[in-house]
Every structure is written in C-alpha cells, then in structure tokens.
C-alpha cells in the first residue's frame, strides 16, 4: 500500500505521506493496529526535528531510530536562503538535486522533501486500521494554524531524544 498526496496506489507495500509525525497526536494504546507486521523500514519526518529524516526499522521487538548522515534537502535550501553571501557551487548544487526530486514527485512547494515514508512487511495487516491511525499522529493544517505555524513544531514535546536535535551549517 503506497500513499502519496492522499491517493491510494497498489504498487507497493509503502506508506508514504508528505506531512509530518507528531507525537502529542499519537495514541500509544492502538488497539493491535499492527497485528501481523513483522517488518518495517522507511524514513520519517518529525515535526520537532525538520532538518534530517530520521531512519527507522523494526524487526520483531526490535527497534532502530537514528537520524540520517544527510539533512533533508529544503533544509539546506533554507539555510543557503538565509546566508548573506551562499557558495555558488553548493547552490547550484541544492538546485539541481531539487529539480530531479521535482521530476519524481518527492518535491512539494510547502515542504520540500521532507516526508515520511515507511514500508510494513507482515500478514494479514488491516491496511486501513493503519493508515487511519497513522493519519492521525500527523498534524493537520488546522492544528499548525493554531500554534502560529510551522516554526512552532520545534517547541512540541520530543518523545525521543530529549531536544537534542542535530543541526548542520553550509
């Protein structure tokens, strides 16, 4: 089960989806909404720690967490946008890394590439029992209305590392 922008395509066992876990959404009794998963693997995107995805598997009752070596390309661009005087070659270089991301549908003008993507290997999995309740663990357009927009995402409870959010310079 692949979603992307809210549609359903079967390719693939993926869920993929361009907005953002957030923790303080997220019900921790679910009701064995991954009965059957045996396996996942992916990338996701917490909404307190928007510069580098963070990878992340589980096999069995083990799970792995760490962010990625490489920040998520919006947020370089956001921080190249932000110098005074940026490095020509690592502009061209951002730009041309964002327009093939375009090219495959992983660029979106609100986020970037920022995404959460993340495949279940199991059986029997109820699909829809997981994707409504993972679709709940992000935050609507309306909740980030109400904390006064997506800068406020950084204040949100860090459930993982305790705030220590790694941070990179260009």
């Known amino acids: 089960m692949k979603i992307s922008n809210g549609v359903d395509t079967p390719q693939d066992d993926t869920e993929e989806k361009k907005d953002q876990y957030d923790s303080h959404n997220h019900e921790y009794h679910h009701d064995n909404v991954f009965k059957g998963v045996v396996?996942?693997?992916?990338?996701?995107?917490?909404?307190?720690?928007?510069?580098?995805?963070?990878?992340?598997?589980?096999?069995g009752t083990s799970i792995q967490m760490q962010?990625?070596?490489q920040p998520f390309f919006a947020a370089i661009k956001e921080k190249i946008e932000q110098k005074e005087n940026p490095d020509d070659?690592?502009?061209?270089?951002?730009?041309?890394?964002?327009?093939e991301l375009k090219e495959k549908g992983k660029w979106s003008?609100?986020?970037?590439d920022r995404r959460n993507e993340v495949i279940f290997i199991g059986i029997g999995l109820d699909k829809d029992k997981m994707r409504t309740w993972l679709t709940q663990a992000l935050i609507s357009e309306e909740e980030t209305a109400a904390m006064g927009g997506m800068e406020e995402w950084k204040k949100l409870k860090?459930?993982?590392?305790?705030g220590k959010m790694p941070d990179f310079a260009v």
């Open 39 to 59: 396996r996942t693997k992916g990338q996701l995107w917490m909404a307190n720690a928007s510069n580098f995805p963070i990878k992340f598997q589980t096999a």
């Open 67 to 69: 962010f990625s070596e």
């Open 89 to 99: 070659f690592l502009i061209n270089f951002v730009e041309g890394e964002t327009k």
């Open 109 to 112: 003008d609100k986020y970037g």
């Open 158 to 162: 860090d459930p993982f590392w305790n």
